[in-house]
């Protein structure tokens, strides 16, 4: 079975690292893996203030609080996200505007300078799957309007733009380690702030956050392990589907996303640091993001052959997205040739059932994103897929894609 979702970098020595892990209570909490992943990552982007949360959306919650946002202040940030991004600006009580994208899935700069107002403070600039989005003239559209610029690098841990890596041209910017993000920790999240006075204010805010109690870090460690032993068994049988869909019901591992959040609501892991024991797989998938990242491009260039260029040559290619006609039905004839295809943002404001209205979204208003979602569909280009299972992926999709 060839899977795009469910944990993808998740190789066999990091389910033994989190099993060795859930004998050692002890380590779960506090330990000295969280200042190590944020030097890292100080030392890696070469920017001097790194806070690790529990989840990206946690690191937008504690940045924006710290920069004192009033009710009426707006936020702008792409449609064709995840609700994940919106949230926390609805939970400091700002306004989310969207802006439209381009083909390339990134925030059109025509469109960023149609949208701003007077009360316009921050602009979040998304580099969805990878894809450096057009910095050059949106940080100078920021400039001139005096926003404060956050770089969304959720997809794009090692994403190069002019030679430069990603996040490290906005004033901060927040990455994800979540269980289908470049890295991956099943949860997990850092901060990166150049300015001192608000790096300090971050730190306030962060002592209002809480380390996660012992029964959410081993539901974590679970789940590289149940991820595991479900995919190997999803190949020959339903039994894989069984045990996932019963683990989820029976809370022994974690939802990425929870059913109040699709109404902009608070998840239950708000307000939450990062465990050492999250922090300590962090590490470790760290040390493989080259590797990671070089075999990304790698099976981007097989796709390419066949769907013609349909990222930017820069991207890091997290999911390889194409359009085609008929999504649903794709997926469809995929899954009959044992292949899982991935349906991110088929909606203009992902997963499918967010409540536009509670994250203040019109779809009437978004052509190019609402066109764009409602085509999309992922390839897989993780580790875990050979340059064979790329050919045979492409082959099908190319087969069905008009
Ligand atoms: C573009 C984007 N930004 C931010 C996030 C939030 O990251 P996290 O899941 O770690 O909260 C996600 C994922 O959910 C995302 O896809």
Known sequence: MIFTSLSPNTESDDVWRAAG????????????????????????????????FQSGRNALYALLQAQNLHPDDEVLLQAYTCVAVPEPVLWVGAKPVYVDVLAD???????????????????????TFGNAAHLEELLKIAQEHHLFVIEDCAHALGGIYNGKLL????????????????????????????????????????????IPSLWYVKQQLLHPLILSVSKKTYTFSSLGKVILELSRRLHLISKAVESNELSGGKPSFVGLLFPNALAYLALYQFKKLDRYNAHRRKIAVIYNEYFLHAHPLQSIYLRYTIQVREPRKLIQIARSHGIELGDWYQQ???????????????????????????????????????????????????????
């Open 21 to 52: 892990l859930l004998f050692q209570p002890w380590m779960w909490r506090k330990g000295k893996y969280v200042g190590q992943i944020e030097r890292i990552f100080c030392d890696y982007l070469h920017i001097p203030y790194a806070f690790a």
């Open 105 to 127: 899935y990134t925030m059109d700069p025509a469109d960023l300078k149609k949208r701003i107002t007077s009360k316009s403070k921050v602009l979040i600039i998304q580099h």
């Open 167 to 210: 996040g490290t041209f906005g004033d901060a910017s927040f990455f994800s380690f979540g269980r289908d993000k470049v890295i991956s920790s099943v949860f997990g999240g850092m901060l990166m702030v150049k300015d001192e006075k608000l790096a300090q204010k971050v730190v306030e805010v962060r002592k209002h956050f809480k």
């Open 348 to 402: 203009a404001i992902a997963p499918r059932n967010v409540e536009y209205k509670k994250v203040h979204y019109d779809p009437t208003v978004y052509m190019q994103a609402e066109s764009l979602a409602r085509k999309s569909i992922n390839l897989p280009t993780h580790i875990g897929i050979s340059e064979a299972d790329a050919r045979f992926v492409a082959r099908i999709a190319k087969d069905h894609a008009d």
